[in-house]
């Protein structure tokens, strides 16, 4: 919770710094007078989301219930969607920072007119290689920053330990230096075909693998498979049903 809280502080004060310096100095003067009462109602509602996302799903009758024993490793398999949700939030830090990068370089007029798309390009290319290849290589679990907000790792084929650099170079030359390619050339909607061919393999096998972990013979598990990590809470009993069917 703590840390959650203090995120939500972080993310409220830069909100009061922006507006409080006129967007960083690009207006004369600050734009907003109440923005602490803003912050406090940003710091107030993270802590109520976190809340709610830590007791609703244990007391909503359909929420997560499991009987004895209650705490279940997160070590079966990731799921699809949980994948496509670590590369959703990749895409949007990617897009997302490149588009802040470009905005705030013609806002304070480093670079020449007519120069905006080239800029954008090696942006896009500059924070690709950085969120999808320096830092999978720096981290123990290979991973690029959404992959590791689900928990994801990328480990060997047969074990779980950390998948090989050499592996890990070869699955992103593979899988996301296509899309990062036809991207910045202006062509977005062609890099979802190869996004649909790495998952045409990945919706059939009951292990994920997509088509490039196949190949490169890597595999995407759960960060509790790689380090060993425990669950942190129980979740609460639910008995079986009555009218449940009896195996024989």
Not at 106 to 113: D, L
Not at 149 to 159: D, K, N, S, Y
Not at 179 to 203: D, E, I, K, Q
Request: glycine share 10%.
């Amino acid at each position: 919770m703590l840390t959650t809280v203090a995120l939500g502080a972080a993310l409220a004060l830069a909100v009061v710094v922006v507006r409080a310096t006129g967007v960083l100095g690009l207006y004369p003067c600050a734009y907003d007078a109440v923005a602490f009462e803003a912050a406090g109602v940003g710091v107030a509602g993270t802590l109520l989301g976190w809340l709610l996302a830590r007791w609703v799903p244990t007391v909503w009758p359909y929420g997560p219930h499991r009987s004895w024993p209650s705490a279940v490793p997160d070590r079966v398999a990731p799921d699809l969607g949980r994948r496509m949700l670590g590369i959703l939030v990749d895409l949007g830090l990617w897009w997302f920072g490149s588009a802040t990068v470009v905005a705030l370089a013609a806002a304070y007029g480093t670079f020449g007119p007519g120069t905006r798309e080239q800029l954008l390009t090696a942006t896009l290319l500059g924070l690709a290689a950085l969120l999808g290849l320096v830092l999978p290589l720096l981290r123990r679990d290979r991973c690029t920053p959404g992959a590791a907000a689900v928990r994801l790792a990328l480990t060997e084929w047969h074990r779980p330990r950390p998948a090989s650099r050499l592996r890990v170079l070869a699955r992103t030359g593979l899988l996301y230096a296509p899309v990062t390619v036809l991207v910045a050339l202006g062509l977005p909607w062609f890099s979802l075909a190869v996004l649909a061919l790495h998952a045409s393999t990945a919706v059939v096998r009951p292990d994920g693998a997509g088509l490039a972990d196949l190949v490169c013979r890597v595999r995407v598990r759960t960060r509790s498979s790689l380090n060993g990590d425990l669950p942190r809470r129980l979740v609460r009993y639910a008995p079986p049903r009555e009218d449940a069917p009896v195996p024989v």
